[in-house]
């Protein structure tokens, strides 16, 4: 397989892009910011665009067919009124190929900024529960429970397998931090089964929903981004990843953001405490493996997720009463 440096990616995608759609790019900047894809900022004569590179070790062949089927759904879901990025295609494809294989998506750059984890305030929340709550709207309002689940709840036997891991290496790192919030999981792995996400609704959901992938002006949501993860399975997740994201600040959660989040989704979608609840422990459920000695701090989105997980952990027995008054 041949090797090209970041420079020649970058010349072999820009001259695909200026060849398919025919016009010039007139200046560049590449983003740090992602795992492994790398990314561009571009101005061109029609506006200033925004440009992905898919990593091949990160998405292989077999999913690409994958992809193009969650980016078909953020243009349908652009169509009807959610604030996402236009996205730009060829021959009917949004996964466009550049001279020597290179795959990649243009989509416009939207306008907004991104906020520090925990900081939201009630009227970011109420904006971005209803663009959730609209969008699950929108992406399921078919029957579509015949689909296979891209991913599924673990049992408690490969949980616990996990957890004895995670154990042991932070047993001989000596990780006294470590071992205190795994004994806090031990306790709930130990006291709970997957019975209690047996009510869980299936559907379409954009599956990463943290401040990264959403952009505000001012009080209002400007743009939902990276549809990249988008997938049948729980959409859940995308109800308590937000909320986590945005309304847990120095180790609190702010009840009165969690209440105009659920206000704003309950105009477009059916949400119940109960289900509320459901969705935070789901989510503790799937992240629980990045509670660990190591590794955790490579990345500034996983270090957070490791510590709204320990959260959720402490809270695990009161995440009823803590949540019981918001209506």
């Known amino acids: 397989m041949t090797c090209f440096t970041t420079k020649e990616v970058k010349e072999d995608i820009f001259e695909t892009i200026t060849k398919i759609h025919r016009f010039d790019i007139l200046d560049s900047s590449q983003i740090e910011l992602g795992y492994m894809n790398l990314k561009w900022k571009i101005k061109t004569e029609i506006g200033d665009l925004f440009v992905k590179q898919f990593n091949k070790t990160r998405y292989p062949e ?38 020597t294989g290179e795959r990649f998506v243009l989509m416009e750059l939207c306008k907004g900024r991104n906020i520090k984890a925990g900081t939201a305030n009630e009227e970011q929340m109420y904006s971005l529960g209803k663009i959730i709550g609209q969008m699950h709207k929108i992406l399921n309002s078919n029957n579509t429970d015949h689909l296979p689940l891209h991913w599924d709840v673990r049992s408690k036997v490969s949980m616990m397998q996990n957890w004895q891991e995670r154990w042991k290496e932070a047993t001989s790192l000596d990780c006294n931090n470590t071992l205190s919030n795994l004994e806090t999981q031990k306790k709930i792995l130990e006291n709970n089964n997957i019975d209690i996400f047996s009510q869980c609704e299936k559907g379409w959901g954009h599956w990463d929903l943290f401040v990264d992938n959403i952009l505000f002006k001012n009080d209002n949501v400007s743009s939902i981004v990276d549809f990249d993860r988008m997938n049948f399975i729980y959409p859940e997740f995308d109800i308590s990843r937000p909320i986590l994201s945005c309304c847990i600040e120095n180790g609190h959660i702010h009840i009165e953001k969690v209440s105009a989040f659920v206000q704003g989704y309950r105009e477009f979608q059916n949400l119940t405490n109960q289900k509320l609840v459901r969705s935070v422990k789901l989510t503790w459920w799937k992240e629980a493996e990045w509670v660990r000695a190591v590794k955790i701090q490579n990345s ?25 008054n918001i209506c």
């Not at 067919?65 to 021959?91: A, M």
């Not at 500034?300 to 019981?324: H, M, Q, Y």
Request: aromatic share 10%; with cysteine; net charge negative.
């Open 62 to 99: 077999q999913m690409i067919q994958e992809l193009e089927t969650s980016l078909t759904h953020q243009s349908n879901l652009r169509n009807q009124g959610i604030p996402c990025p236009k996205l730009y295609s060829h021959k009917e494809k949004y996964v466009l190929n550049s001279s």
């Open 300 to 324: 500034s989105p996983l270090k957070r997720f490791n510590e709204e997980n320990i959260w959720v952990g402490d809270n695990w027995d009161d995440l009823d009463c803590l949540f019981a």
